[in-house]
């Protein structure tokens, strides 16, 4: 929150990554997919679905404010970097919804892709600091 005060103070992204947004935002849509009667067994992860339909609403907010404030080589980074992520959400619904005719084999795929997706969320704050050229590679890893 603090981070998009800042943005929307400013009007400008500065040197703030879409990365940790974007993939939060596939994190949650993975889970809220994952929780649904379509791959869970009638409502038994209606928690998930609830507390990943905030985090949708939320993730979504922060990269709907980043892409309005980015500047236009910011922007298309947002598009290049969001686009691909929603086509493989879209992708991965497909083929839970229509490949697999039982839960049991719809909830193994799903959770295992948001198992990786959620190592992905914890670590996209590294890529980040990373692909900052100002700090020196050793202190990034010294830090964490």
Same mark, same amino acid.
């Given at each position: 929150?603090?981070?998009?005060k800042?943005?929307?103070?400013?009007?400008?992204?500065?040197q703030?990554?879409?990365?940790?947004?974007?993939?939060?935002?596939?994190n949650c849509?993975?889970?809220?997919?994952?929780?649904?009667?379509?791959?869970?067994?009638?409502?038994?992860n209606?928690?998930?679905?609830?507390?990943? +339909? *905030?985090?949708? $609403?939320?993730?979504? &907010?922060?990269?709907?404010?980043?892409?309005?404030?980015? !500047?236009?080589?910011?922007?298309?980074?947002?598009?290049?970097?969001?686009?691909?992520?929603?086509?493989?959400?879209?992708?991965?619904?497909?083929?839970s919804?229509?490949a697999?005719?039982?839960?049991?084999?719809?909830?193994?795929?799903?959770?295992?892709?948001?198992s +990786? *997706?959620?190592? $992905?969320?914890?670590? &996209?704050?590294?890529?980040?600091?990373?692909?900052?050229? !100002?700090?020196?590679?050793?202190?990034?890893?010294?830090?964490?």
């Amino acid at each position: 929150m603090v981070t998009f005060k800042r943005v929307i103070r400013k009007k400008s992204t500065e040197q703030f990554s879409c990365i940790p947004y974007i993939i939060g935002l596939l994190n949650c849509l993975l889970y809220t997919w994952n929780g649904l009667p379509v791959v869970s067994y009638k409502w038994e992860n209606f928690p998930l679905v609830t507390v990943n +339909g *905030v985090g949708i $609403a939320l993730e979504l &907010s922060y990269v709907l404010i980043y892409f309005w404030y980015a !500047s236009a080589k910011g922007k298309r980074k947002v598009a290049i970097t969001a686009i691909p992520v929603l086509l493989l959400f879209s992708i991965i619904v497909a083929v839970s919804a229509f490949a697999f005719h039982d839960n049991r084999h719809r909830k193994l795929l799903v959770g295992s892709i948001g198992s +990786g *997706v959620s190592v $992905a969320m914890y670590t &996209s704050p590294l890529v980040v600091m990373v692909s900052d050229s !100002s700090l020196p590679f050793t202190v990034i890893f010294c830090y964490y």
